[in-house]
């Protein structure tokens, strides 16, 4: 019974989750990525997540799809070609996501950034964990602070930052 497995969305419409890959190809100390997945990122077809979208909305009446990837922007250009293929389905969506490192931001195009809004996504989960540059370079994070900042700068010109949960140490 899919009523067991299903929560609601911030607007009390039924919410369910996907994944459209496994693993991460970072190597961050803290994360169980490394040992678990080998610094690996699997993504799966476009094809296979539209037909996992159509079921879970057509047959479950999902009105949310909340993706459970620990980094589905690995590819900036695999994350727009979903964007695009998701918004040209006759029904709509709503998306959130739960893992896209910050620094993935950086790599996104303009569309990209146009078209998160234009395919119904409310919600984007961002690992940060920490602006201190030493906790990021002794957590093999391989990120700054003055790169982190420059994003959230981008993110909140874009109006983002009302939409965005970070998690920070």
Do not use: H
């Amino acid at each position: 019974d899919m009523k067991m497995y299903s929560s609601v969305n911030y607007s009390g419409e039924r919410s369910l989750c996907i994944q459209g890959s496994r693993g991460c190809p970072y190597s961050c100390g803290f994360c169980y990525n490394e040992p678990f997945s080998s610094a690996v990122w699997r993504p799966f077809s476009i094809d296979k997540i539209l037909k996992n979208v159509d079921i879970l909305v057509n047959e479950y009446g999902a009105k949310t799809l909340y993706f459970v990837d620990d980094n589905i922007a690995v590819d900036p250009n695999r994350f727009l070609e979903l964007l695009k293929k998701i918004r040209q389905k006759p029904y709509k969506v709503n998306l959130a996501f739960q893992g896209i490192r910050i620094d993935a931001f950086e790599k996104f195009s303009d569309e990209t950034y146009t078209l998160l809004r234009e395919s119904g996504v409310k919600s984007l989960d961002i690992g940060i964990e920490t602006l201190n540059n030493r906790i990021l370079k002794n957590v093999d994070k391989f990120l700054t602070r003055d790169q982190i900042l420059k994003t959230l700068e981008k993110l909140e010109k874009q109006g983002w930052l009302g939409g965005l949960s970070a998690g920070i140490v």
